[in-house]
Nanobody, 127 residues
Framework: QVQLVESGGGLVQPGGSLRLSCTAS????????IGWLRQARGKEREVVSC????????YYSDSVQGRFTISRDNARKTVYLQMNSLAPEDTAVYYC????????????????????WGQGIQVTVSS
């Protein structure tokens, strides 16, 4: 059984940066992708980015494209989300999640396709 633990959240001013980390424990062999998702109060959960295990292909939602960067460190079993130029609308609980089976870009940007989730971490962008 895999466990995912997020870290690095907190309070940041508009225009600032944060880096989130997602560290996996347990068996992560043969996973297909890890995604970062978020849920703001009163809104549906959305996928903001994901990265595949095979060739490291990355995907981003339109709302974060150009501001967020996803990366991985396989040796540390950790996936990062570097978030720059943060705005109040980025305030949300951020989750990392794993997808085991192969899926295309359109599917990977849908939250329902992910199989195992971390507990989430709060990111608040406010002055």
């Amino acid at each position: 059984q895999v466990q995912l633990v997020e870290s690095g959240g907190g309070l940041v001013q508009p225009g600032g940066s944060l880096r989130l980390s997602c560290t996996a424990s347990g068996s992560t062999l043969d996973y297909y992708a890890i995604g970062w998702l978020r849920q703001a109060r009163g809104k549906e959960r959305e996928v903001v980015s994901c990265i595949t295990s095979d060739d490291g292909t990355t995907y981003y939602s339109d709302s974060v494209q150009g501001r967020f960067t996803i990366s991985r460190d396989n040796a540390r079993k950790t996936v990062y989300l570097q978030m720059n130029s943060l705005a109040p609308e980025d305030t949300a609980v951020y989750y990392c999640a794993i997808r085991w089976a192969r899926a295309g870009r359109r599917a990977l940007l849908v939250s329902a396709v992910y199989d195992n989730w971390g507990q989430g971490i709060q990111v608040t962008v406010s002055s």
